[in-house]
């Protein structure tokens, strides 16, 4: 079983940042993919970023690519994501997945592990 718990959210102005920070419970957390989910009111959840375990390959959504930035550190068992040129758009509650598989992609079914989620807040 892993546990994980996100924090760094926070209310912001746009083109500002914030580094969200997930961390992990367990002992295999650099075999497992780890991903960063949104989701705004009224819309579905949606993928954000993911990391792969072991190569760390990355991986985003169109919208983010160029602005956002997942990484990982193992020793820490903590995944980031950090967050640059915020805009209103990105006004979300964010949610930090593991795949125990090591799978990495866009589907939510496939992450095993959820956060509980931590508000981000963009002020335009």
Do not use: H
């Amino acid at each position: 079983q892993v546990q994980l718990v996100e924090s760094g959210g926070g209310l912001v102005q746009a083109g500002g940042s914030l580094r969200l920070s997930c961390a992990a419970s367990g002992r295999s957390f650099s075999t497992y993919a780890m991903g960063w989910f949104r989701q705004a009111p009224g819309k579905e959840r949606e993928f954000v970023a993911t990391i792969a375990g072991r190569v760390g390959t990355r991986y985003y959504a169109d919208s983010v690519k160029g602005r956002f930035s997942i990484s990982r550190d193992n020793a820490k068992n903590t995944v980031y994501l950090q967050m640059n040129s915020l805009k209103y758009e990105d006004t979300a509650v964010y949610y930090c997945a593991a795949s125990g598989s090591n799978w990495y992609g866009e589907s939510a079914d496939r992450y095993d592990y959820w956060g509980q989620g931590t508000q981000v807040t963009v002020s335009s």
